[in-house]
């Protein structure tokens, strides 16, 4: 069954260092989102991804975060400057098509900043 | 923007009895309800939704209702098994999966 995949699993970095997380999402959908859950709280929207542009994000995406979708696999989040509040684990995501439709997340990154 | 309410946090059962897990929202403009399984170490993964043009729905023994005018939207879990333990989610969308969520209600099923 296909499934989105990210890499790597666990990332530790140090406080203000920049971060990539990469994420290959499932081979024929065209929408991608990035999510991320503080340990022990709920899942929390940050950005969606449609035709090579962002199609939505939520107030949490301020201009530290980025994304990208270098080649025709790959969807990386770019944290420019880690703070400790953004240890968390993010969530890769993928929709075969937009408006409302099943969303594929992935296992996760778990992101430590120290 | 999108608040979304749910409870309880916790939810303990025996096996083979029910669980029902509430949620409410408060953007009328949301439409789509989806119902997410979160289990250890792994990634929400899609149970149930339901949009705002049906009040209900059902698939084997999961089932939700949505009551657009209250803003609610429940999920009913019945003759639960071990396996259905887990971490559960609901969440409203107004367009395109920007999904806001619930916090969660870890569900425990005793043999």
């Known amino acids: ?8 699993s666990h990332q530790v970095t140090q406080m203000g260092q920049e971060v990539i997380l990469r994420c290959v999402p499932i081979s024929n959908h065209l929408y991608f989102y990035w999510y991320r859950q503080i340990l022990g709280q709920k899942v929390e929207f940050l950005v969606s991804f449609y035709n090579n542009e962002i199609s939505e994000k939520s107030e949490i995406f301020d201009d530290q975060f980025s994304v990208e979708r270098p080649d025709g696999s790959n969807f990386t989040l770019k944290i420019r400057s880690t703070k400790l509040e953004d240890s968390a684990m993010y969530f890769c995501a993928s929709t075969a098509q937009g408006g409302n439709t099943e969303a594929f997340f992935g296992q996760g990154t778990r992101l430590t900043v120290v | 923007g999108e608040n ?11 096996e083979g009895d029910s669980a029902v897990i509430k949620c409410t929202y408060s953007d009328s403009a949301s439409n789509y309800f989806p119902w997410y399984k979160q289990e250890l170490g792994k990634g929400p993964q899609l149970i149930i939704d339901i949009r705002s043009n049906v009040g209900e729905k059902k698939d084997q023994r999961i089932a939700v209702t949505l009551n657009k005018t209250a803003k609610h939207f429940s999920l009913h879990i019945t003759e ?4 259905d333990s887990a971490v559960y989610f609901c969440a409203a969308s107004r367009i395109n999966n920007d999904m806001r969520f619930g916090a969660g209600t870890r569900l425990t099923v005793k043999p």
């Open chain 2, 4 to 14: 979304v309410e749910q409870h309880p946090s916790t939810l303990s059962v025996q």
């Open chain 2, 80 to 83: 639960t098994q071990p396996e």
């Open chain 1, 1 to 8: 069954e296909p499934e989105v995949t990210q890499t790597p």
